[in-house]
């Protein structure tokens, strides 16, 4: 018999080890609302860092989105004449990294500039027109990242005809630095939460060993290991986590669909085909993961701090 | 099977639980321990389970010196232990059937085996009709007859019954004592503690009593028989 039982001893340990999965899970399904609660405060606390996350990976499609649109603007010299802007703007058609050039002569600049100011009167009283020609300049696409793009600028300073260049990257640069700062923030914000919700957990499993007493007390009595013990706790741990990871996914990608509508709204009006993206799957799977580990973890830490304290009497 | 020898307790506080107890039990008896409350029975049958250790002198148990028992190996150790409890210590949120196998769930046994040997541990108690009640709603006799099924599910050699029939009348007392009877037949060795003593003359067997602590009598030694 005792061979028998030796051969069969990996089965019967799979088996024995579905059976308290399934046990612990029954168990939590038994004290639906209690589990539910427990699973929405872990979700909620996984859920905040998850969702600035995603928010920060849009943000950050946007800006590099944006680095494209990115043109310089090169005020010429008042002295420049529309002519020598003209053959100024012929020039830099050739330039290897510049992809399309705009002239604004300076009669084109007064006559917006009257159009726009409502000062046309004024200006009738100057005797000649004191605005400069403007070249707006598109960079070749292989060329708009920040740090190419600000060579070019200073390239363009250098000509003799130029005044001021004005690089719009500005802000992109910004919004890239703050996004920075913000990823940084959302990790420390992880960090923080992760903790909770080792705390939640481990508190949780806490009261349920408190709960669990007599039996705990009887298994002892029976012959019970301290893994026999620990074993149920440790699964319970595991779904509370899961559970909650599922809960905190369901949160995130609602969020998201709730947004995706006015945000296409909002970025058809800047005449952009942006499109807020979610979780991919490989993130699920690692928030999945990160949460029943989370759970295992919290778990363990409670049942060595209190099972141990558990002795029939 | 069981050799105290110079055993004492004391607890913190200065409370003296046993005091220089020997005596030597073989395999295959049936002895019951009596003695006043307070007089050290729970405590003996402590020792033997390990759910206390002694402060002084030496616990032999089934071959094992459990003095030098190592916290971890408790747990085997009280498999070979059959514990019995005057208030039975069931499980209430399950079936009388888990119960039962509870200690052959803890050993690590197959699905099948266990059904096998709970439904014979049941039908010997004579409940297995019982098997899928909850243990709250049988009678106290009844419940004390699923704390002994649970307690020879496992075949252990030896069993320990702490006030079997504390809270039973005469007639379910008997019937227990019965029932112990016949697992004597069948080789295990039984200590039980209990102060009915007019159950216990009835049963002719060696009888051990404790007052204050110490041995004052043990039957066999007056009356070799």
């Not at chain 1, 899970?25 to 639906?32: D, K, M, T, Y």
């Not at chain 1, 000062?119 to 740090?147: C, H, M, R």
């Not at chain 2, 030597?24 to 250790?53: D, N, Q, Y």
Request: aromatic fraction near 6%.
């Amino acid at each position: 018999m005792s061979a028998r039982r030796l051969l069969n001893a990996p089965q019967i340990w799979l088996q024995r080890h579905a059976q308290v999965a399934l046990a612990s899970l029954g168990r939590l399904f038994n004290n639906s609302l209690g589990s539910f609660m427990t699973c929405a405060v872990i979700g909620i606390a996984l859920a905040l860092p998850i969702g600035l996350h995603v928010i920060l990976n849009n943000l950050q499609s946007i800006s590099g989105g944006w680095d494209s649109g990115a043109s310089i603007s090169l005020f010429l010299q008042q002295t420049v004449s529309d002519d020598q802007a003209a053959s100024l703007a012929e020039k830099l058609r050739l330039h290897q990294r510049i992809e399309k050039v705009e002239l604004v002569t300076k009669q084109a600049a007064l006559a917006e500039f009257r159009r726009l100011s409502g000062f046309g009167e004024a200006l009738e009283a100057l005797d000649n027109n004191p605005l400069p020609a403007l070249l707006v300049i598109q960079p070749k696409t292989d060329y708009t990242s920040a740090e190419t793009a600000q060579l070019l600028v200073r390239e363009l300073g250098l000509l003799p005809e130029a005044d001021i260049v004005q690089l719009d990257l500005q802000w992109v640069r910004r919004l890239q630095a703050i996004t920075v700062i913000a990823q940084r923030a959302v990790l420390v914000l992880a960090t923080l939460l992760g903790l909770a919700v080792l705390l939640i957990i481990g508190n949780t499993i806490r009261l349920e060993i408190q709960n669990r007493q007599a039996e705990i007390e009887i298994t002892k009595l029976i012959g019970a290991t301290n893994a026999f013990i620990r074993r149920p706790f440790l699964y319970t741990g595991f779904w509370y986590g899961l559970f909650g990871g599922i809960i905190a996914w369901l949160m995130v990608a609602i969020s998201v669909t709730l947004l995706r509508g006015p945000v296409a709204n909002l970025a058809s009006l800047y005449e952009s085909a942006f499109d807020l993206s979610s979780l991919g799957w490989l993130n699920v799977i690692s928030l999945l993961a990160a949460s029943a580990v989370l759970g295992l973890v919290g778990s363990w830490l409670a049942v060595g701090k209190h099972l141990s304290a558990v002795e029939p009497s | 099977m069981i050799h105290f020898d110079n055993v004492s307790k004391r607890y913190p506080g200065g409370h003296t639980g046993l005091s220089n107890v020997s005596f030597r039990i073989e395999p295959e008896e049936m002895v019951f321990l009596t003695g006043h409350s307070g007089a050290g029975k729970s405590t003996l049958l402590k020792l033997i389970g390990l759910l206390e250790r002694s402060s002084g002198g030496q616990v032999h148990v089934n071959g094992r010196n459990l003095t030098r028992l190592k916290n971890r190996k408790i747990p085997y150790h009280r498999r070979d232990v059959g514990m019995i409890f005057q208030d039975h210590r069931l499980l209430h949120d399950r079936t009388v059937f888990d119960n039962v196998a509870l200690p052959l769930v803890v050993s690590g046994l197959g699905h099948k085996e266990i059904g096998r040997r709970v439904r014979a541990a049941l039908d010997k108690v004579g409940l297995l009709y019982k098997e899928k009640e909850p243990p709250a709603t049988l009678s106290g006799g009844e419940q004390q007859r699923v704390g002994i099924a649970r307690a020879v599910v496992s075949k252990p050699p030896l069993l320990l019954a702490d006030e079997p029939t504390g809270n039973l009348d005469p007639d379910l007392s008997r019937e227990i004592m019965d029932l112990f009877s016949q697992f004597n037949q069948v080789g295990v060795t039984l200590l039980i503690a209990t102060h009915d003593i007019e159950l216990i003359n009835r049963m002719n067997k060696r009888i051990l009593t404790l007052s204050k602590g110490t041995l004052t009598r043990d039957s066999q030694a007056e009356d070799p028989a």
